[in-house]
């Protein structure tokens, strides 16, 4: 079994919104269980060339990082991204957008990926949104950020990868506590913890899919009375809670 990494270090506060008692940070909930991890995992190959590809020929596009917990830390960090899904061309992007699907359409991109397109059409999503890959090949980190401020928001989303190559951690603002993800895939609350990644040495990416869980994968997932954007930790006690049983 993969354990967990806990880091502390010292942060400054940020006031959170009240949550349910049994919800602890940093945490995240792991959907391995849920995903063909054998093919996730046979994609790497492949999708480390077809990021190269891009990179190698396409126009970067830059990841923002507009809701830092340091905001002496930069805006515009240098790690690029692959759009497979956008806005349409008539409709202003708003990040709280995410999951109108149908306000989404897949970019010309997409047929670059198609093998990882083939793949996130298994995902348990009735319908998806934004759909994008965030890679690094320079040694770039992303500094500790939240999505967005409004905790009566919980965004149906998958983060998941091919390798365990990218550092990617939640950390809880209060305690300095800072926990690495080691799964291949996650959900978490974005909004009253902070995420982010450490350097990488190489190629590391992660992809992000935005939408609609599927009603029967919604049925089995703990709905918070209040503060929704914390379900993803809500859903994290219930494992730590077997674990500290078993």
Request: with cysteine.
């Amino acid at each position: 079994m993969i354990t967990n990494t806990v880091e502390k270090i010292s942060v400054g506060n940020i006031d959170r919104k009240p949550v349910d008692s049994r919800v602890y940070y940093p945490s995240y909930k792991s959907f391995d269980e849920f995903l063909d991890l054998e093919r996730l995992r046979s994609l790497d190959s492949y999708i480390t060339r077809q990021i190269r590809r891009h990179a190698a020929t396409a126009r970067a596009d830059y990841f923002v990082n507009a809701h830092r917990l340091d905001q002496s830390t930069p805006y515009k960090p240098g790690v690029r991204e692959v759009w497979l899904a956008r806005t349409r061309p008539d409709v202003p992007y708003n990040y709280l957008d995410l999951d109108r699907s149908e306000l989404w359409t897949k970019t010309p991109e997409a047929d670059s990926f198609t093998l990882l397109m083939e793949f996130i059409a298994t995902l348990p999503f009735e319908s998806t949104g934004r759909i994008l890959i965030i890679y690094d090949d320079t040694g770039a980190t992303v500094p500790a950020h939240r999505d967005h401020e409004n905790t009566n928001i919980c965004n149906d989303f998958i983060w998941f990868r091919t390798n365990l190559k990218k550092p990617f951690y939640l950390l809880d603002q209060h305690s300095g506590e800072k926990l690495y993800v080691n799964s291949y895939s996650a959900w978490f609350d974005a909004v009253n913890q902070f995420h982010g990644s450490d350097a990488a040495d190489g190629l590391s990416f992660s992809i992000r899919v935005d939408g609609h869980f599927t009603e029967t994968f919604k049925r089995q997932i703990p709905r918070a009375e209040f503060n929704a954007a914390s379900t993803p930790s809500l859903w994290a006690s219930e494992d730590k809670i077997i674990w500290q049983h078993e």
